[in-house]
């Protein structure tokens, strides 16, 4: 079995154990499930360079990344920093993440969250609401179009955005659909980690120009900005390049002064 259907399989045991702990009725009744989101996709088209630094404490491939990095300190230096918006990773067995540290990013910054995790059913996307995201992840190597469909449209009645995750061509062609706000090509293969920028490089043209252009994972040089902005990108999400300094926030401030002066 490779990673990704692991990590599916003890999504759908841990997403059935919770349902019974916290019923839906429950979740609605958190004070953010009634928050008025805030548009991440917006913030992207028209304040460039959007870059979405990414919250994890740890990766399948990166153990050891950051095991006791502090979610309020950490999100609040990205704000100071010129983030568009923060993922904050909220799966724990393979992520080291938690749906409080949603929360406590919701508490502490004004700019759009994206829940960083594996949906595999429309419960999660109720929580992500109720823990004071504005946008979810929709991993197209997970779902069937059907599903798709089903989770992409029950988002945006909550007023949440979607980012759609593709790899390839035919994800992107067998998943695309109007509901979906955004489009995120992983330049990591998260079968078997191996990464590549070229793939978002080539998949840009493939990508209609009414859904928002994402390149995520193995951004490190601002340079690469640069040339991903030139095959039409306009979010950039980055993690492990800031993640593994001792302070990520000062790092992500670095990384966005050194895009501005463009050097
Ligand atoms: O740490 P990186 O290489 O900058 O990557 C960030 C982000 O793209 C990556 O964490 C990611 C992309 N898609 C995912 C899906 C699930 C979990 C994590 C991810």
């Known amino acids: 079995m490779n990673i990704l259907d692991r990590i599916a399989t003890d999504k759908r045991l841990e997403v059935e154990e919770q349902k019974e702990m916290v019923p839906v009725e429950a979740l609605q009744l958190l004070p953010h499930f009634k928050r008025k989101c805030i548009s991440l996709a917006k913030r992207l088209r028209t304040s460039p ?129 109007p509901s979906i706000d955004m489009i995120g090509v992983n330049n990591r293969n998260l079968k078997t980690f191996e990464m590549d920028l070229n793939i978002s490089k080539n998949l840009a043209e493939e990508i209609p120009s009414e859904f928002v252009k994402v390149s995520e994972s193995g951004i490190s040089e601002t340079s690469s900005i640069l040339e991903l902005q030139k095959s039409g990108f306009q979010g950039f999400l980055i993690g492990g390049n800031f993640m593994k300094t001792k302070d990520p926030g000062n790092s992500a401030q670095k990384f966005m002064q050194e895009l501005k002066s463009g050097r």
């Open 49 to 177: 360079p959007g870059i979405i630094a990414e919250f994890k404490r740890r990766s399948p491939s990166l153990p050891d990344l950051n095991p006791d990095a502090d979610v309020a300190e950490i999100t609040s230096e990205y704000e100071k920093a010129g983030a568009a918006g923060i993922s904050v990773l909220t799966d724990e067995l393979y992520f080291g993440g938690t749906a409080d540290d949603l929360m406590l990013a919701r508490e502490t910054v004004n700019i759009p969250l994206l829940r960083k995790d594996f949906i595999i059913d429309e419960y999660q996307i109720i929580e992500a609401k109720a823990f004071g995201a504005d946008v979810i992840l929709l991993i197209a190597a997970l779902l069937k179009p059907e599903e798709i469909r089903k989770f992409s449209v029950l988002a945006r009645k909550l007023g949440l955005e979607v980012l759609l995750e593709v790899h390839n061509q035919e994800e992107l062609e067998r998943s695309i659909m």
